[in-house]
């Protein structure tokens, strides 16, 4: 203590050899910079190294290039071979690593930092590149007899798996259920008996895909192979020898007996060294634009703890923080992506004094101008960034259209636009100038937008997708609230009234709520006495009533209506039950200010007045046509109410010769994304499975290249990023995305119609078709024919047996015919 | 409203139509061509007085022969339109995002149906057409060949409509809302159960059984799944011979036997199911192995004639 040392042992010691540290020695060595590399155990890339054998290493983002030079390569491939190839560029670059060197601390400034070793030893550096991660600790059990052995030799308690295969026939008790234990369990299930072992009932903290997966695996026959055990509601208490002893929360004793015991129960975060570090955090650590800490110079944070969990981004980082270090700091790997987006235009309008922007100005232009974003931090912005897009428009240029099926939001950083809130007049403008956002209302109802959108003068617009906003939503609550309170605004001023007072609409938005439902759950119910009016604005519901002790469907009603007047206007009981037919958001408006509202304005009263005559006279017509009301049962109960296209097929007329089958093959490098003949059918009308394009794709919710995308026209389709992960597969509830290779090229069809040649249109399910397929198997599902003359599957049908149609319209002229 | 708008509103309508069957395509308004032809034809026929005696020959014999052999060879055509999907592109952009051709968009969705239609109608015309083509002359020539082929063939193609009109929807009854593979899951969900009860029985009893569990089949040869006739079905055999067993008196035996012959019934009535199912897709199938082959040789017979008129 006190004494100045003159020199230190290294000029960089980097902590930690996941990706980042790695990256980072593997650098400094090529640099010939003194270095060293402290790895706790015994082996580089201990997360990694943990995975279960085999397991995919994914690369993503796709776009995201690698920093020119960088020495690791990496590419999608298993643990195995990334392990070897890293382990082999250590070697090649000799990269000074020191195995079974612990930290315990970390003290000292830039230019004389010293790392206290476990053990005592201390090493001094110039600089600290900290790049340990999240995953440092897993938790252990602490209950009595968790380190006691099974009599056959090894630990009952274990905390990780390497290989799955290695454990064959026997009873495995796996504790926790986020990923980890989840996809422990899954592995394992196929070869042994396996209890999962939950505290509450249900699997919150997992990726929609595992939570698929799972349940699926648990509602198997308890005989068939891959079946779990559900072991809900309980608590572990103690470990014995081929015992695992649980409580469950009503108090009573589970015995299970297994030979093993797996606990996946989280990590600890490292916040306790951190603090030993003198780095204070809550949530991620604060750096700079070069990953150095704001609170400490001379030391940089990098890969997973500094928000940064992606492999990619590690790598880079490595590579970037060493030569900031030796003074030559590069730009992030993604900014020429970034500099793509950057025209003079666009540079001018945020910074007339500037020829350029870095990645990093932009965003502090950003964050200033669109309030949105102004809480977030700047790795946050950046890692959406190279997906967003930044439009320079002249006065008069379409931002989109009335109808389009886009839906992604975007936030005015300068000049201003015009929504065309009347289509009749063009003229007739809501004006939104800078800081503010528009396109939430398709971001919510996953609908085609509400009206069109001009530049009024000359805009610069950013546009971030859906499914970056959603994501953001989750993990921010303050840009959740401050879209959704803007959305209630526009939704009651465009579905309801769109010239109203400000007062009244302030006193509208303060005495509404956001009512949400799943499907098949009641917003009204017959005979209540409440009178609130529901605005639908996301999903859409059936509107029923019982007659004869039967529940008979009188009308569906989509999102952009409202529902439940009838009462407010007669004032009488509820009428009729008002069910969900999707996931579906409304907004409850206070009876006694919707009376208000329908005083003051006499417009909107018209408009509901005659929308109740209609109504009536509607309900009329559908009380005697029970048979309509049953096929919008049906229709909805298949899932209807959530697609915007939808492939029916009137068996009346359908001849079975499977040509639409065929013709999607035809034109879908050979395989079919339709099975004509899976699903179900009613009254004649059959629901092949086929995708129908749901306003809120399932298949997109988690789709880690971010391949899935909804295109102008409705479409949802998979891009050419698929990794062939098939978690969209598992989240599709309708079953119409399959993992697929493609078949081989075959003869023309004269060769085959003349001489016989190869196996005839449609998809080669031979066995030998299915056999010599190329390439890896990727998701592959309808794309509604993007591009072609309509959808084959439709023109191809001989006796116009299949139609595509929107659910909506549909009934709507279904109800209308009958 | 701009070109785009009113091509979307069209898509739009079309779109929103319901189901319309081939046979009454856009209004019948291939119905409405061939009686068009027909009439042309038979006018024709009465209208230009022959030089000798009523045939084939002279400038309307010539344009009635003449239009009913492009018929024939545009008919013919169908069958590889109906399997060629897209002419211009044969596959899609692998995940392409070119923009939608909106023109495009407006275009019938039916395309296929258009055509059978027109199939339908115009091959029909063609039996106006070509018999007044003959002038009422048959012989045993190659000629009259060509002429009874050809009526083989629209005749095969009328069973072919009315087997388009009529199964497809008892085929849906049939099937009570269900598919095959559910339909067939029952099934072999019933065999595994009779497979366990069995196991504990005498051999009489077990017999029995068995030539439900070996010998129930569904489909075969083409005999079989046009008539659905199952002769030596062993699930309806299983069951006359579980008939027939003496009274095995009160007690465990009988119930088994109950218990046995209600599972026999359950499964002879899905089979029956499925064998109509198979047998409906069979009678929509067949005639396509009469229409087709004689298709080609119509053509070749008409060669024939042809080059007979012509060149003999």
């Known amino acids: 203590m006190g004494a100045v040392r003159l020199s230190t042992d290294f000029k960089i010691a980097i902590v930690g050899s996941g990706p980042a540290g790695l990256s980072a020695a593997a650098h400094a060595a090529t640099r010939g910079v003194s270095h060293v590399l402290l790895e706790r155990t015994d082996h580089i890339n201990d997360t990694i190294y943990k995975y279960q054998k085999r397991k995919l290493v994914m690369a993503t983002p796709v776009e995201l290039p690698a920093q020119q030079g960088l020495e690791l390569e990496f590419k999608e491939e298993s643990r195995e071979e990334v392990i070897d190839s890293w382990t082999k560029t250590a070697a090649d670059t000799k990269a000074n690593i020191r195995y079974r060197a612990e930290v315990n601390a970390i003290t000292g400034e830039q230019g004389n930092f010293q790392l206290a070793l476990v053990g005592g030893e201390a090493i001094t550096a110039e600089y600290v590149v900290l790049a340990i991660g999240v995953q440092g600790n897993l938790n252990q059990l602490t209950i009595p007899g968790a380190t006691i052995a099974h009599s056959s030799g090894h630990p009952m308690v274990q905390y990780q798996l390497d290989d799955p295969d290695a454990y064959e026939g026997e009873r495995i008790a796996v504790i926790g259920v986020g990923d980890a234990g989840i996809e422990n369990a899954l592995a394992l299930a196929t070869k042994n008996e396996i209890y999962l072992i939950n505290t509450g009932d249900e699997f919150p903290r997992a990726k929609p895909a595992n939570r698929a997966l799972i349940m699926a695996a648990i509602e198997k026959e308890a005989d068939q192979s891959g079946s779990i055990n559900h072991v809900k509601n309980v608590k572990t208490e103690e470990v014995h020898d081929g015992m695992l002893v649980l409580r469950g929360t009503d108090g009573a004793v589970v015995n299970v007996a297994c030979d093993r015991v797996i606990a996946r129960i989280g990590a600890q975060p490292p916040s306790r060294f951190l603090e030993r570090c003198n780095i204070k955090v809550s949530g991620l650590p604060p750096v700079s634009e070069t990953y150095e800490s704001t609170q400490i110079p001379g030391l940089y944070i990098i890969g997973a703890l500094g928000g940064y969990p992606l492999i990619k981004n590690c790598l880079n980082q490595g590579f970037e923080v060493v030569e900031c270090i030796l003074g030559n700091p590069v730009p992030p790997a993604d900014e020429p992506l970034i500099q793509k987006k950057l025209t003079p235009d666009i540079v001018r309008t945020l910074d007339p004094s500037k020829n350029a922007l870095t990645g990093a100005e932009l965003i502090e232009q950003i964050k200033a101008r669109a309030p949105m974003f102004s809480t977030l931090q700047p790795v946050q912005i950046r890692e959406f960034l190279i997906h967003a897009g930044l439009h320079y428009l002249q006065p008069g240029a379409v931002v989109f259209e009335r109808g389009d099926a886009t839906n992604s939001l975007y936030t005015v950083l300068a000049g201003e636009v015009g929504i065309q809130i009347n289509p009749q007049n063009p003229g007739d403008l809501v004006r939104l100038g800078p800081g503010h956002f528009f396109g939430e209302m398709g971001l919510i109802s996953g609908r085609k937008r509400t009206a069109t959108v001009v530049a009024t003068e000359p805009v610069l617009l950013f546009e971030v997708e859906r499914n970056t906003i959603l994501k953001l939503e989750r993990s921010e609550p303050a840009v959740k609230k401050t879209i959704e309170d803007a959305a209630v605004i526009r939704q009651i001023k465009t579905f309801l009234m769109p010239h109203v007072e400000d007062e009244l609409l302030r006193e509208v938005v303060a005495t509404s709520q956001i009512i949400s439902k799943e499907r098949n759950e009641v917003l009204i119910q017959e005979g209540a006495d409440d009178n609130a009016v529901y605005l639908i604005r996301k999903g859409s519901v059936t509107v029923s009533k019982r007659v004869g002790g039967k529940e008979v469907v009188l009308n569906y009603v989509a999102a952009g209506n409202y529902v439940g007047e009838m009462a407010l206007l007669t004032h009488q009981p509820r009428v009729a039950t008002v069910t969900a037919a999707s996931t579906t958001e409304a907004i409850a408006i206070d009876s006694a200010v919707f009376r208000k509202l329908l005083d003051r304005d006499p417009e909107l009263r018209r408009r509901v007045e005659d929308e109740y005559e209609k109504r009536i006279s509607d309900r009329e017509i559908m009380q005697r046509n029970a048979e309509a009301g049953d096929l919008i049962t049906f229709l909805v109960r298949e899932g209807m109410g959530e697609g915007t296209d939808v492939l029916l097929i009137d068996e009346s007329l359908c001849v079975r010769c499977d040509n639409c089958e065929k013709a999607c093959a035809e034109t879908h490098h050979g395989v079919s994304r339709l099975n004509r003949e899976a699903g179900p059918t009613f009254a004649m009308v059959h629901v092949p499975t086929s995708c129908r394009h749901c306003e809120d794709p399932h298949c997109m919710t988690d789709c880690p290249p971010d391949a899935i995308h909804r295109a102008a026209n409705g479409e949802v389709f998979i891009n050419d990023q698929c990794i062939g992960c098939g978690n969209c597969k598992n989240n599709c509830p309708y079953g119409v995305i399959q993992m697929a290779a493609m078949p081989e090229e075959k003869p023309s069809l004269l060769s085959w119609l003349f001489f016989g040649a190869g196996p005839g249109p449609g998809e080669d399910k031979s066995e030998y078709g299915m056999k010599h397929r190329k390439g890896s198997a990727h998701a592959v599902k309808c794309d509604m024919c993007k591009g072609l003359a309509g959808p084959a599957c439709v023109r191809a049908c001989p006796t116009g047996a299949a139609i595509r149609v929107n659910p909506a319209q549909f009934i709507e002229v279904m109800r209308n015919a009958r | ?312």
């Open chain 2, 1 to 312: 409203m701009s070109m785009s708008d009113t091509a979307a509103l069209a898509a739009t309508r079309g779109r929103l139509s319901r189901h319309v069957s081939f046979l009454a395509y856009d209004n019948f308004r291939y119905l409405k061509l061939a009686l068009a032809a027909v009439a042309g034809s038979i006018v024709l026929y009465v209208a230009v007085p022959p030089y000798g005696e009523r045939y084939g020959g002279g400038w309307a014999g010539y344009t009635l022969g003449t239009v009913g052999a492009l018929l024939i060879l545009w008919l013919t055509w169908f069958g590889y339109k109906k399997r060629t999907y897209d002419p211009e592109r044969k596959y899609l952009q692998p995940h392409g995002s070119g923009a939608p051709d909106s023109a495009h968009q407006a275009e019938d969705p039916s395309r296929l149906a258009r055509r059978l239609s027109a199939h339908v109608y115009l091959g029909l015309a063609l039996v106006v057409i070509a018999t007044l083509h003959t002038g009422f002359h048959f012989g045993w020539n190659v000629h009259t060949l060509a002429y009874a082929l050809m009526c083989l063939v629209i005749a095969s193609g009328v069973y072919g409509v009315v087997a388009y009109v009529r199964y497809p929807r008892q085929m849906t009854e049939n099937r009570q809302n269900m598919t095959m593979a559910q339909l067939q899951a029952q099934v072999v969900a019933i065999d595994a159960e009779l497979r366990r009860r069995v196991m504990p029985m005498d051999d009489a009893m077990a017999t029995i059984i068995r030539g439900s569990l070996d010998n129930t089949p569904i489909g075969g040869s083409m005999w079989r799944q046009v008539t659905g006739h199952y002769p030596d079905c062993g699930t309806v055999q299983a069951i006359a011979r579980l008939q027939a067993m003496p009274d095995a008196g009160p007690g465990a035996i009988d119930d088994t036997w109950r218990l046995l012959r209600t599972k026999l019934d359950e499964k002879a009535a899905l089979v029956f199911r499925l064998r109509r199912d198979v047998r409906f897709k069979a009678l929509m199938d067949i005639w396509l192995y009469v229409h087709v082959p004689l298709t080609f040789a119509l053509l070749a017979a008409l060669m024939a004639h042809i080059v007979s008129v012509f060149y003999l």
